[in-house]
């Protein structure tokens, strides 16, 4: 993965291309896989905190229709 280009290795994150993560038979729920595959592509993760927009729905009902 060393020596890829930048663009090569968002595509490989954004799942266009393969980047060698071996596939596990039960699902790994850590995100352990995916913080090694960034790692590998020598990418680094940064937390930090920012505002998002959130949609929340209360209840929904819907109006019955004739067929």
């Known amino acids: 993965m ?3 280009a930048f663009a090569q ?3 490989a994150l954004a799942g ?3 980047f060698g993560v071996p596939e596990a038979s039960a699902p790994d729920t850590s995100g ?3 913080i090694k595959s960034v790692k590998d592509l020598g ?3 940064q937390s930090r905190k920012a505002p998002i927009e ?4 209360d209840r929904v009902e819907k ?3 004739a067929n």
Not at 54 to 57: E, G, K, P, Q, S
Request: aromatic residues 0%; hydrophobic residues 50%.
């Open 2 to 4: 060393r020596g890829m």
């Open 9 to 11: 290795k968002l595509a």
């Open 16 to 18: 266009l291309g393969s």
């Open 32 to 34: 352990a896989p995916i």
């Open 43 to 45: 990418l680094e993760l």
């Open 54 to 57: 959130t949609i929340i729905v």
């Open 63 to 65: 109006t019955p229709t």
